[in-house]
């Protein structure tokens, strides 16, 4: 017997709890912009400057609290100790040195030695990381263009492949996934980073990807029933790729679970920003893409294929 | 779509076997990888995808070349040719100075009598004939022209990557990429290095070595200097500014003693150099002289007697470490300008290595829930798709191999993300296929038009994750450059093992069971 996550000829009414949705999405959304301006992100260093270093202690266990006075003792600023995968892995974040990149060398070293000093039975430094002001911000304008230039990219290409009305809600949908991953980072403060903006744009990818799915079947359904109702036409649409929507979320879902249990402290954060962004993708090429098209005439433009039900599928 | 010309399936069971065979090399271990290079021909594909530095470990740092400091020091000279010309030539000015201002470089000189500028622009077109000269009322400048600066900052440029990469290699490190990154930048990165410690600390020292005698008891001049000791930087000594010889003069320079059995720095000055050194040294007997590394005085020794040879020692209460180092800061030549880091990524040995670890389970993992689910859900078709995602999975290694692309910690995500996206076309096409059943039709009917339907629908949805791939290409550095790379292949693999390869397999169990209803 074969698993099956969706019945058979679902039919539910998708469309008629829009309001719900949509409340929900707008809850959603002003809660990530409010958040974003209150708490705000949690840069990294790739896009603040400074430094960070993860060391593994090698014999004794740590004592936070009083490896923490010591490295504030060296006066470099706000130093962060944080336990990073184990109780033995630290990582240490120091903020940066002025305008200096001599300085911020200097700083590292100090900051060497002192561990080197404190762990007399060893430590091994497994990762140094050290990004200057210039580069921070030459990293943070990048980001922002790889977003802005990839919601362009896909703009573009939607509007070849569809009309406008569809356009406008995937790109809606694409906003909306996007904007709830970053407010998901101001709400839990997670660091913000380079690889944070590459999983931006990968959500953005994937929350396309469905959306694209979904519309596909939308344009089908139009040319094959006339006269229809729009918003039975879109309910039928989201129902007959509801199956593929939720198989294909399970399996990327699937990988993701792996990765996130396995994968290492080093990406935890870039695959929980996935996760989340897999997950709103999916509510929302269901419950804000298709519902959107109610409110734009889709239905305007002149029907070209005759037949209900031809095998040779006119493509746009 | 259920009919696949012969050349079309010959086509795809050879892209398969290339892709097994090319992505053999990174499963098989190293002990038959290496019998494999010995033992059979070189067409035997036996490379391995190219770990990036955060994998296998290693140090990425972004250097600065300071440019600035290069024109101004041009300035300077320039002053200091101009001066004696100047004078011999009986040319009055009032002042006479370098110049930085607005980006331009040149010199300045405010002369007593306009009537001289004729003559003084002679002397200055003599000295530099591309120098850009203006008289405004006696007010000469003469700058370098944007051609000349262009140049002046490319042979920089090209100098400091030389001058690093000799540097690196007298370190032993193993293949350092070293290259010009726009228009000030070098990028450095170096695989498999434990401490960058101590490189960054040789890349911080220019190492510009310059003899000058010493002019006790003045205060700094146009002519003399005053510069702090090394050990004692509290301590001054002023000198004649005139570098009498320089480092580049030096032919070698190894860690030696000195007549205290403290190491100490012995080096050769090369044919010139040796003659400059015995006549200043013949000439200057009793006086002191000052060795100097970027602007600080090492030591200050006695001229005793002429030093003929050529050969010379500088000692200075150093470490032997601090020695060796010198050597061979002096043995690979000074920068022409001074370094500053503007980024390091280093990875240590162990974390690459658990990376590496920890990308292995997690892939196989993944992959391994990935096909129980697919199987499980979709019984003989969950199958097929399960074939080809592993030949997926083979081609994705197999290009990567091949094009010898770099594997990064993001990238494995990349891969890890695939095996999860890569059956969405498979999905698609058996989603649709169990409609069509549902609407009556035949299993042949239901497959092909599953398989034609879906089409489109798959174009789109790979497209637009290509389009954010390839923005995060052009966008991204270092790591993420390697998560857009893999997922890209990804996509573009996926595509024809989901179609092709379970097409392929689908159709073939059709015409052979002609089965008469599909369980799927």
Redesign the interface.
Known sequence: M????VP??TNIDFIGKRYMAFVLSAIILIGSVALLFTKGLNFGIDFTGGTLI?I?VLQEQPDLGSLRNDLNALELGTISIQEFGAPNNLLIRLPQQGED??A??EAI?TT?ETLDGIFEEGI?????????P??GEE?QK??M??VL??IL??LV??WF?FEWQFSAAAIIALVHDSLATIGLFALTQMEFN??T??AI??I???S??DT??VF??IR?NLRKYKKMPVTELLNKSVN??L??TI??S??????????W????E??RG??NA?IFGIVIGTYSSIFVAAPILTFLNIRHKKQDAESSDN?E?V?? | MINIPRWKVILVIIICAFGLVYSLPNVIGSNARDFIAQNLPGFVPQKTVNLGLDLQGGSHLLLQVDLESVLVERSEGLVSTLRPELRSNKIGYRRLSDTQADGDFGVRITLRDEADFEATRQIIRDIDNTLLIDNDAGQVSAIFSQEAIDEIESQTIDQSIEIIRRRIDETGTREPVIQRQGDDRILVQLPGLDDPQRIKDLLGTTAKLTFHLVEEGVSASTSTMILPMAENPTQTISIMRRAELSGDMLVNAQVGQDQGGQPAVTFRFDAIGAKRFAKFSTENVGRLFAIVLDNEVISAPVIREPIIGGAGQISGSFSIKEASDLALLLRAGALPAPLSILEERSVGPSLGADSVEAGKIASAIGLIGVLIFMASSYGRFGLYANVALVVNMALIFAILSSLQATLTLPGIAGIVLTIGMAVDANVLIFERIKEEIDNGRSPMSAVDAGFSRAMSTIIDANLTTLIAATILYSFGTGPIKGFSVTLAIGIATSFFSAIMVTRLLVVHWLKTNKPSSLKI
């Open positions: 074969l698993l099956r996550f058979k000829n993860e593994q990149s001599f911020q060398q070293e060497k091994e430094y497994r990762r140094i990381e050290f990004v200057g210039q580069v990293l990048k980001g263009y790889a230039f990839s990219g896909m290409y939607i492949r380079l690889s903006v590459a744009l990968m953005a990818g994937y396309i990807n694209v799915v596909d079947r089908e007959n790729t199956s593929r198989m294909t399970i399996t990327t879902l699937l990988a993701l679970a792996a990765l249990a396995f994968g290492g080093v990406i870039f695959v996935l095998p599928e493509k746009a």
